[in-house]
Every structure is written in C-alpha cells, then in structure tokens.
C-alpha cells in the first residue's frame, strides 16, 4: 500500500530530528565542493559534469542513512567515488536520454525525469548494479507513481519560494528535508514493488 506524500515527508522530519545539523552542515560542504569545482577556469564545466554523478550517489547514501535511521557521515557525500564508473555512466546516460525527450516535448522529458529517479538509490542499494540496469530497474519501479512524485515535487514548491525570499538562506533546511524525503520515497516504493513482486 502507498504511504502517502505527507505521511512520507512527516518520517522524513522525525528521522532528521537531533541530525539537522550534521544534515546542514553536509549539505553545504557539498556545495561549497561543487560553487569551488564551477569556478576553476576552462576546466570547471567539465571537471563539474565528472563529479555530479559520484556526488548524487553520496548524497544518496547520506539520505538514506538517515532516512532509516543508521548512522549518517558526512564522508559519504564522497562513497560515491567508490563505485565512480557507475555512477557517472548512470549520471550521463540519464542526461541523455532525459535531453532526447525533452527534444520532443517538456513534458515527456520531466516524465522521463521521474522515471529515472530511483537511479542513484537503487545503486546506493546494490553496488553491483550496472549503470543501465539501474535505470531500467528505476523505470520498472517508478510505474504507477510517477504522479506521486510529481505531487511530492509540488509540496516543496512553495516552501522553495519562501526560501528564496530568505536570500536563499532556508535552503540549508530544505535541501536535507527534500532530499530524506525522497529517500523515505524509495524506500516505500521499493517495499511496494517487493509485494507486487510476491502476490
């Protein structure tokens, strides 16, 4: 049975409870990695395209960690360069292929968006995964809720706008929040699969 997008994001505030600040504190060395990479002159774009994929594993690990309630690191934003060659190959295969639909349409592009979502967690799961694997296996789960997703998606549109009104300072909050919530929505989509699987 589903759990809802509310329900989803309430266990997400009580998993990061006495962590948000290890939680923020992760997320801005994350991006303080990423603004300092950017910046590096003629090499940067590219030197930032290498590492998003190993980093969106990281963040990940670090999610799901606290989403069920394990100890979470900071280190491991960086477990993703462990398993480097799978996540960027996922990483840029997703880009691809999410540029080839938006080619055609907006719309089937953020469809194709959702439906490779679970990637980076599914990897996270199995470190033995290949990278197209991962992805057939994120399209495979995410049939039928995609819509969730997207209805999760719009729940923190509006806290984003306030954020911005903050000079962007209420994102340190949110971007844990957002992405522990996402985990807490792997998590519920792959115990449903699961039971899809065994009827």
Same mark, same amino acid.
């Given at each position: 049975? @589903? #759990? %809802?997008?509310?329900?989803?994001?309430?266990?997400?505030?009580?998993?990061?409870? +006495?962590?948000?600040?290890?939680?923020?504190?992760?997320?801005?060395?994350?991006?303080?990695?990423?603004?300092?990479?950017? %910046?590096? =002159?003629?090499?940067?774009?590219?030197?930032?395209?290498?590492?998003?994929? =190993?980093?969106?594993?990281?963040?990940?690990?670090?999610?799901?960690?606290?989403?069920?309630?394990? %100890?979470?690191?900071?280190?491991?934003?960086?477990?993703?360069?462990?398993?480097?060659?799978?996540?960027?190959?996922?990483?840029?295969?997703?880009?691809?292929?999410?540029?080839?639909?938006?080619?055609?349409?907006?719309?089937?592009?953020?469809?194709?968006?959702?439906?490779?979502?679970?990637?980076?967690?599914?990897?996270?799961?199995?470190?033995?995964?290949?990278?197209?694997?991962?992805?057939?296996?994120?399209? @495979?789960?995410?049939?039928?809720?995609?819509?969730?997703?997207?209805?999760?998606?719009?729940?923190?549109?509006?806290?984003?706008?306030?954020?911005?009104?903050?000079?962007?300072? +209420?994102?340190?909050?949110?971007? =844990?929040?957002?992405?522990?919530?996402?985990? @807490?929505?792997?998590?519920?989509?792959?115990?449903?699969?699961? #039971?899809? %699987?065994?009827?």
């Amino acid at each position: 049975m @589903k #759990t %809802e997008n509310l329900v989803l994001m309430q266990m997400a505030k009580e998993s990061l409870k +006495g962590k948000w600040g290890l939680a923020i504190g992760t997320i801005v060395v994350y991006f303080l990695i990423v603004v300092c990479i950017q %910046e590096i =002159p003629i090499v940067g774009a590219i030197a930032s395209l290498i590492i998003a994929g =190993p980093f969106a594993l990281g963040l990940a690990y670090f999610s799901l960690s606290i989403s069920r309630n394990q %100890e979470a690191k900071l280190e491991q934003i960086f477990q993703g360069f462990n398993n480097f060659g799978t996540a960027l190959g996922a990483y840029l295969l997703m880009i691809g292929f999410i540029l080839l639909w938006t080619l055609l349409l907006i719309i089937p592009g953020i469809i194709a968006a959702m439906s490779y979502s679970m990637t980076v967690y599914i990897i996270a799961d199995d470190n033995s995964i290949g990278a197209m694997d991962a992805i057939d296996k994120s399209k @495979k789960m995410m049939d039928g809720y995609k819509w969730k997703l997207f209805r999760l998606g719009l729940r923190f549109l509006g806290w984003s706008l306030l954020c911005i009104l903050t000079l962007g300072i +209420g994102f340190l909050w949110l971007m =844990p929040y957002m992405q522990v919530s996402m985990a @807490k929505f792997y998590d519920d989509v792959k115990a449903n699969s699961l #039971t899809t %699987e065994n009827i």
